[in-house]
């Protein structure tokens, strides 16, 4: 393992004369809010690497510059949260980038498929899964933890030629620009404290029980980012929806609620929650927020629904593209109420080419769906 940072500059200066790189992380986020990185993991077609980011004294600002360098291609598999550590402790997104789990989507080989399933799928290799629950803080770890760690990036190298010359060939490669925009945009990783309440399901209705949550959602947002702990250490989801259908205006009503530990009320977090609780209800209505309202879904829009998801399925099977890639259910309700208006991805570039026109057509009576032997196929009219 590379363990001083002037190997570290070494190996990455050797890296960035490759076109592309293949990247991937172990971390451990059980007991923090911020991943804990324990070890990165590097490939070109010329070189493997092992970085320990836990050595004494290591420097990753080689691999840092490494990650801004825009001549070379950092190829990852499910990139979210390798992406968001390299953000949160370079304060840099990795540019450009290549997802291999959204490039297997758009080449058909399903939704979100795992990295093991793609290399048996592309290599015909079986990887080793049994070092998969290591703790990679503990040193030292063993040479089999460490084949095992390296394979994530030595058959990705194999597994991202394949898919690159798939996407050449079939003219697909600039379907993944959308995908990767999203992966590349700091907001994806930089959410603000008071988005936070957005994450959340939503249960509730009422602009003052939104609000509260909104409020309380925020505060837990921010206690966890200081204390570098899991948001539920903070408080539980379940704490946040009674608060804001109760709204506790002091700590003895807050003390009452089910969701809240004997005594919690008492500490300084309980206080904190209280005046959260009151600055919510102190706004004025008009700036509380509000939940989306749907269209009004005429009847027969759930049949409708129902053969835009056999259309989906057809087209998907048929151009080799997950489905999921191309629309999701909220994408085929608006479809069946709103038409040529649904402001949704599948309505719009290579999604709508491929699927948005015959959706348009079907829910237009332009398209059939029929039965042809034992198979469902679609017909013009």
């Known amino acids: 393992m590379i363990e001083t940072t002037d190997a570290l500059a070494e190996a990455c200066q050797i890296l960035a004369k490759s076109d592309f790189i293949t990247i991937d992380t172990e971390f451990l986020r ?11 993991q590097m490939a070109s077609p010329d070189l493997e690497v092992i970085v320990d980011p836990l050595a004494k004294g290591i420097d990753l600002q080689p691999f840092f510059e490494l990650m801004a360098d825009s001549s070379v291609v950092k190829v990852f598999h499910a990139a979210r949260q390798d ?18 789990q959204v490039a297997a989507m758009v ?17 015909g290799v079986h990887i080793d899964k049994s070092s998969r629950f290591t703790d990679w803080s503990r040193r030292p770890l063993s040479e089999k933890q460490l084949d095992y760690a390296l394979a994530d990036v030595t058959h ?7 898919l690159k010359e798939e996407l ?15 992966l590349e945009s700091r907001e994806t990783y930089d959410m603000h404290p008071d988005d936070a309440w957005q994450r959340l399901k939503m249960r509730l209705r009422k602009p003052q029980e939104l609000a509260v949550m909104k409020f309380v959602a925020a505060w837990r947002e921010r206690e966890a980012r200081s204390r570098n702990v899991p948001r539920s250490r903070v408080l539980k989801d379940d704490a946040i929806f009674e608060i804001a259908q109760q709204q506790p205006k002091d700590t003895e009503a807050l003390g009452r609620l089910r969701t809240i530990p004997k005594g919690w009320e008492r ?21 509380m927020p509000q939940v989306p309202r ?3 879904t005429p009847d027969g829009a759930a049949s409708a629904v129902e053969l835009l998801k056999v259309l989906l399925r057809l087209i998907s099977e048929k151009h080799g593209v997950a489905a999921k890639m191309i629309a999701n259910s909220d994408d085929l309700d608006k479809i069946a109420v709103e038409g040529e208006q649904a402001n949704v991805p599948a309505m719009h570039g290579w999604r709508r080419e491929l699927f948005g026109e015959a959706a348009l057509k079907l829910i237009g009576g332009g398209i059939a769906l029929r039965f042809a032997g034992k198979r469902i196929e679609a017909v013009e009219l």
Request: glycine content about 4%; hydrophobic content about 45%; proline content about 4%.
């Open 30 to 40: 059980e007991t923090t809010f911020w991943p804990e990185l324990c070890l990165i």
């Open 83 to 100: 992406i968001e550590i390299v953000f949160h402790l370079g304060n840099l997104i990795p540019h450009p980038i290549f997802d291999t």
């Open 107 to 123: 080449c058909g080989f399903g939704d979100s498929v795992s990295y093991d399933q793609l290399v048996q799928k592309v290599k």
């Open 156 to 162: 990705l190298r194999d597994v991202y030629l394949k």
């Open 168 to 182: 050449e060939r079939e003219d697909r490669a600039s379907w993944l620009v959308e995908e990767m925009a999203i």
């Open 267 to 287: 500490s300084s977090a309980g206080s904190a929650i209280v005046e959260a609780v009151n600055a919510a209800l102190a706004l004025p209505k008009a700036d």
């Open 294 to 296: 749907h269209s009004h």
